[in-house]
């Protein structure tokens, strides 16, 4: 069974096509003019869609565009009384890869609805083992940014090496996950990949995580220990948050990486470890060098080869992939039948700072799935938290927008996005996005409740 819109204007002909596939077991929605049409693929997800090329509000090619945005996979049959190569051909491009030319007889749009749907049902398997090929290469790396296209290429050619490769970039872009791709692409994929942060321990426990130590070596020690030096033997050591290392630490870990050997704390016996190491920061740490907080010749051995990961404000293309990606990934885990992101709720991810990056956008996602009702997360899912980033900036930003769309809109759908967009714009707080808007808190009440607005943070509120 297949959910299927029937978009017409003709009345008989849409019933008599909603008819003939329901009989066949299919769930049908009928839509008798553009608009009503438009709606329903943004709120809806449909398998296939029949659409009319001719029709009050909105034409057949504005409808296959909006279904697109929330569901690329969607199927059309374009149907056509102005049955030009041209606008056929147009359809085409915009993925219609049917269409029909009035009049026509009901077996042949089954016919062709048929097709449709098998092709469909291919082209998602087909985008299915392509992620996998991704997953496969890139362990899970999602990129379609030309900055994340050289991040991989770099990855590529380097994981095969045994060459010690320091990733940069802010918090949340990916630098572990990057460490993880180079070690399953390396030639000590089977080895262990060890991972120290330098951050979480003071000096003297991150020199016995590291290198281990003798039973007795300090107060506490009453057993060996081997350090993850060791641990990572013919595999992979990778130096989280290096950019924290004390004076005394940094000089051990440049003598393991020019030497290859090193003694547990209290020990005599020098120990040969073949390790391969990578690290990560998100510290500039150029400037801690120049500060003298990092060493020089620990920098120039650690920088052999360097990963930039690029913020995610700077690759806005990622947005949408990476948040179809959690979608996906959030929807299966919790069990719930929701299958894209309306139009305006992309929008709303693109219109975003992202301060927290990629680990934010991934929060954003989880959090909306969990909350989400409908079948396609719409802009009141998403709470964009105001942390970070330039408040009065982005806000600058976001309300010079009005751009209206072509088709028209009500002025009372007008004031219900007017209104979320202060309320979101003052952190959800309804007496701040009254006094915002000039409206006193009993008229924001009144509005809210009219255009029933809500938030998971008022509910929790109020219990
Ligand atoms: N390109 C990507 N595709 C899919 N998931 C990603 C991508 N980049 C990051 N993630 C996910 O985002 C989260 C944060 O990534 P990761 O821990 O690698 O960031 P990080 O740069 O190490 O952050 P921090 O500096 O805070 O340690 C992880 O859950 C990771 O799986
Ligand atoms: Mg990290």
Redesign the pocket.
């Known amino acids: 069974m297949a959910k299927i819109l029937v978009a017409e204007d003709e009345r008989n002909l849409r019933e008599g096509i909603a008819e003939a596939f329901r009989d066949a077991g299919h769930e049908v929605i009928e839509a008798e003019d553009g608009l009503a049409a438009c709606r329903l693929v943004e709120d809806q997800v449909f398998d296939l869609v029949i659409t009319d090329y001719k029709m009050p509000g909105a034409d057949g090619l504005e409808l296959i565009r909006r279904a697109a945005m929330v569901n690329e996979a969607t199927a059309v049959i374009m149907i056509t009384a102005y049955g030009t190569v041209e606008s056929a051909v147009r359809a085409m491009r915009m993925g219609a890869y049917y269409y029909i030319q009035k009049p026509f007889n009901l077996e042949e749009l089954e016919l062709k609805a048929d097709r449709a749907l098998k092709h469909r049902r291919m082209m998602s398997r087909l985008a299915e083992l392509d992620r996998r090929e991704v997953v496969y290469r890139?362990d899970?790396?999602?990129?379609e940014s030309p900055a994340?296209k050289r991040v991989f290429e770099i990855v590529s050619k380097v994981a095969p090496s045994n060459a010690t490769v320091l990733?940069l970039?802010?918090?949340?872009?990916?630098?572990?996950?990057?460490?993880?791709a180079i070690h399953r692409n390396s030639t000590r994929r089977d080895g262990p990949f060890v991972k120290v942060n330098c951050a979480a321990l003071p000096e003297n426990l991150l020199e016995s995580e590291l290198f281990g130590h003798e039973r007795g070596a300090f107060t506490g020690a009453d057993r060996q220990r081997v350090g993850r030096f060791e641990l990572a033997s013919g595999g992979t050591l990778f130096l989280?948050?290096i950019g924290t290392m004390s004076a005394g630490t940094q000089a051990k870990v440049l003598r393991v990486l020019q030497e290859r050997e090193f003694e547990r704390l209290g020990g005599t016996r020098t120990i040969r470890a073949d390790v391969r190491i990578l690290a990560?920061?998100?510290r500039d740490l150029e400037e801690a060098v120049e500060t003298g907080e990092f060493r020089e010749d620990l920098y120039y051995r650690l920088n052999v080869v360097t990963i930039r990961?690029p913020p995610l404000r700077e690759r806005k293309e990622?947005i949408v992939p990476?948040a179809r990606?959690?979608l996906q990934r959030f929807a299966f885990d919790l069990k719930k039948n929701i299958r894209g992101l309306s139009p305006a709720a992309i929008r709303v991810l693109q219109r975003h700072n992202w301060p927290?990056?990629?680990?934010e956008?991934?929060n954003t996602i989880e959090r909306a799935v969990l909350m989400a009702d409908g079948e396609v997360l719409e802009p009141e899912d998403l709470t964009l938290g105001g942390h970070g980033g330039e408040p009065g900036e982005e806000r600058a930003r976001r309300s010079s927008i009005l751009r209206l769309p072509a088709e028209g809109i009500g002025l009372e759908e007008l004031e219900r996005m007017a209104i979320i967009e202060a309320l979101k714009m003052n952190d959800w707080v309804q007496k701040d996005a009254a006094a915002f808007l000039g409206i006193s808190s009993r008229v924001m009440n009144y509005k809210i409740q009219k255009y029933e607005i809500t938030h998971p943070r008022w509910t929790r509120n109020r219990t």
Do not use: C, W
Not at 140 to 143: K, Q
Not at 356 to 359: L, Q
């Open positions: 890139y899970d790396i999602v990129g994340m990733v970039g802010e918090t949340g872009t990916g630098k572990e996950l990057v460490a993880q989280d948050e990560a920061t998100n990961m990622d990476l990606h959690f927290g990056n990629i680990r956008l991934e």
